[in-house]
């Protein structure tokens, strides 16, 4: 039965991403997602009181695959250099919006909510929260002594980013460069400010 429940749900969510990819956010509907997944509307609000709770769930799926890229890819040991881990992670963002269906629309909710993530707490600071325990956990330090620095390297990160991505002024590939650029000068700042 969980399975059976599990699988209906992780449907919803493949129909709403690609219904968010062709529509966007405004045209997607709960009757339109539970078509396409191939459910009674009535099973979707078995799962989901509302589209935004569809996307909501989406949107978590997504930090989750986020951070458990971050938490598989980055190898801090055998980095030649620490910026080589702000290329992996900015890389990462950028091959999941190329890739990930209904990822580029809605991100990590921000398009349809700043805290859409978790109430209460805007979705910028709950990503930032999870790049720090990954990389705190990779590196045996409080979350805490890099919460500050990883929360304003990814506002700024995501700011560059939406030249190219979401308001498409500059060649993504220089905007990717510029971001990674960027991002690597603020940190070594903040380490050098530490030293």
């Known amino acids: 039965m969980q399975q ?4 209906r749900v992780e449907q919803m969510l493949k129909a709403c991403a690609e219904l968010i ?6 045209g997607v509907t709960t009757t339109l997602i539970a078509e ?9 609000y078995q799962f989901f009181p509302d589209k935004r709770a569809v996307v909501q769930a989406l949107t978590k799926r997504h930090l989750d695959h ?4 971050i938490d598989k890819r980055l190898d801090w040991e055998h980095l030649e250099h ?6 992996t992670i900015i890389d990462i963002y ?4 190329r890739t990930i269906p209904g990822f580029s629309h809605v991100r990590f909710g921000d398009v349809i909510d700043i805290r859409l993530i978790e109430d209460g707490r805007d979705n910028n600071s709950v990503i930032a929260e999870q790049i720090a325990k990954v990389v705190a956990g990779k590196n045996n330090v409080p979350v805490e002594s890099l919460y500050r620095q990883i929360t304003v390297a990814s506002d700024i990160g995501d700011a560059i980013l939406a030249l190219a ?9 220089d905007m990717v460069n510029e971001a990674k650029q960027v991002v690597r000068a603020y940190l070594a700042g903040q ?5």
């Open 82 to 87: 620490w910026w080589h881990g702000v290329d």
């Open 21 to 26: 990819d062709e529509l966007g956010y405004d």
């Open 4 to 7: 059976r429940s599990a699988k």
């Open 94 to 97: 950028v091959e999941m919006y």
């Open 66 to 69: 986020f951070t458990s890229q």
């Open 191 to 195: 380490m050098y400010r530490q030293d």
């Open 36 to 44: 396409r997944a191939g459910v009674a509307v009535g099973s979707l």
């Open 165 to 173: 991505f979401r308001r498409k002024l500059f060649p993504e590939e």
